[in-house]
């Protein structure tokens, strides 16, 4: 071949190589993604707030306190005719020094006691196809699962856009077509392509007409059972959209069975649904009442990140912003925070230090670099607090935003980073708002002023300061941008 040839088929292979990069960034999400729900309101409590935390006392003893899981329990016990699961992990792979739990044969156990008490009963669970090496070995507790007449479905990431566009584009190219889940590159090459299923919920009838969910950043996964979560139990109209969504995922993920037993009865989740709007900017009413009122809406992927900006971008001087989050690093989220510090919001930050031990990548990456980012560009007037682990993670993922007649919160599954708010990884969160003198508003407010005032009992610490992890080493810094930017980041 001369060499004016191999520089056509250079520029070829290139051309392709972008081509297939661009098309797989900007493609049309497939159906249940990117969905923002109707605006219910409800009674305020329809809505339970829960949390997971882990510490350790003076001694070093691990202080475990759970609540998630029973609720998920619960949920699974009170259904009858069906229930729809979506987690990201799922199994036994006990890691050791963790308080075990066991959480995934607990579920496991409910979920086939279920189905043999009700043989109507219909169970859809989905999960990342990771749990299963890509196809490449099975789950025993999936198939466990599957034997009792659950439908498993491997969520298709295939379908979803591309967030390592370098690598994903040479993958769909050339080595897709040979990496068999058998083969020796199967696993290995999927994974790099950074995209996985992170919903971690479960909604089902309520036994009652209804629907029940429990939305949350827990796993059932054994080596997870130690970390901090939080969750939220709530039922509503508004759960229709979060059915629609995980039925739609289920379908473009091969699933073939039929939606319809699974519909309230009634008809359709797009019926229209009393107490709910399409949007709403209204105040909650004055008074008393507002007190027993609350504002429920479902929010999967890129939705999340745009109500979530809205909201911070309209804080005003006297409002709050707390953040409890296990990754911090999504430019559009950081930006909001500097500005609203700049308009005299108060923000305060709980965060995991992502050390080397316990974040699987980078020590400190993105939480420490971000984090004196933020301090720095504020002025001290954005505050920082790490969280205290031992082994586990401080893996919660919530929003509170406090103005003077409302307090708005976000909690699920997205971190604040690109993969989970821009449209790349399955996510959902719930968004709630509600008068600052409910019972759940001053659940969540609770909830983080405990940890960051380390109000315990028997010398518990849950929060350093931030001086304990800092890190404004430019280096560490430039490399989290890099890595999250061009899509080559684990979180």
């Known amino acids: ?51 997971d935390i ?72 989905i999960t990342d ?44 190219l050339a080595l897709r077509w040979w990496d068999t889940p058998s083969g020796p590159m199967g696993v290995a090459t999927r994974r790099l392509n950074f995209k996985s299923d992170g919903r971690r919920l479960v909604i089902a009838d309520d036994g009652r007409g209804g629907l029940a969910a429990v939305v949350g950043s827990a796993t059932p996964r054994d080596s997870e059972s130690g970390w901090s979560n939080v969750a939220a139990r709530a039922s509503g109209g508004a759960l229709e959209a979060l059915l629609a969504s995980e039925l739609a995922v289920a379908q473009f993920s091969g699933w073939a069975g039929s939606s319809e037993p699974f519909l309230a009865p009634s008809g359709a989740p797009t019926r229209a649904l009393p107490g709910c709007a ?85 020590a400190g990456l993105p939480n420490q670099p971000v984090a004196s980012e933020l301090v720095a560009r504020s002025g001290g007037a954005i505050r920082v607090r790490w969280y205290r682990t031992h082994g586990e993670r401080f893996h919660a993922a919530l929003v509170l935003i406090h103005g003077a007649q409302r307090t708005w ?19 959902a969160n719930l968004a709630i708002e509600l008068a600052p003198g409910s019972v759940l508003a001053q659940q969540a407010q609770q909830y983080f002023d405990t940890l960051w005032a380390n109000r315990a009992s028997l010398g518990v610490e849950y929060t350093a300061d931030y001086a304990v992890f800092a890190n404004p080493a430019q280096s560490d810094y430039w490399l989290g941008r890099l890595l999250e930017g061009a899509g080559l980041a684990m979180f």
């Open 278 to 362: 399409s949007a709403t900017t209204a105040a909650l009413p004055a008074g008393g009442a507002s007190n027993e009122l609350s504002r429920l809406q479902v929010l999967t992927e890129g939705a999340i990140r745009a109500e979530l900006l809205t909201r911070l971008d309209t804080t005003l001087r006297g409002d709050r912003i707390d953040v409890a989050v296990f990754h911090l690093a999504e430019r559009g989220v950081v930006e909001s925070l500097l500005a609203a510090a700049r308009r005299g919001v108060d923000v305060r930050l709980i965060l995991d230090p992502n050390e080397a031990a316990t974040s699987g990548g980078t």
């Open 1 to 51: 071949m001369t060499a004016r040839w191999r520089r056509i088929a250079l520029l070829c292979v290139l051309a392709a190589w972008i081509g297939v990069a661009w098309r797989q960034a900007v493609k049309s999400l497939p159906p249940g993604l990117h969905v923002a729900s109707m605006i219910c309101e409800q009674p305020a409590g329809e809505v339970t707030f829960l949390a």
């Open 409 to 427: 919160l976000t909690l699920g599954s997205a971190q604040l980073t690109r993969r989970a708010l821009d449209d790349y990884n399955l996510e």
């Open 54 to 125: 882990t510490a350790a006392d003076a001694y070093g003893r691990p202080t475990v306190s759970q609540g998630i899981f029973d609720a998920v329990l619960q949920v699974v016990r009170t259904a009858r005719r069906f229930i729809v699961l979506d987690y990201s992990g799922f199994g036994a792979d006990v890691a050791t020094g963790t308080p075990q739990r066991r959480p995934s044969a607990a579920l496991t156990d409910a979920l086939i006691e279920a189905r043999r008490s009700a043989p109507d009963l219909r169970v859809l669970f």
């Open 129 to 172: 196809p990771a749990n299963e090496s890509y196809g490449a070995a099975r789950s025993p507790e999936l198939q466990l699962l599957r034997a009792a007449g659950v439908e498993v479905v491997l969520a298709e990431l295939d379908r979803l856009r591309d967030s390592n566009l370098a690598y994903s584009s040479l993958w769909r």
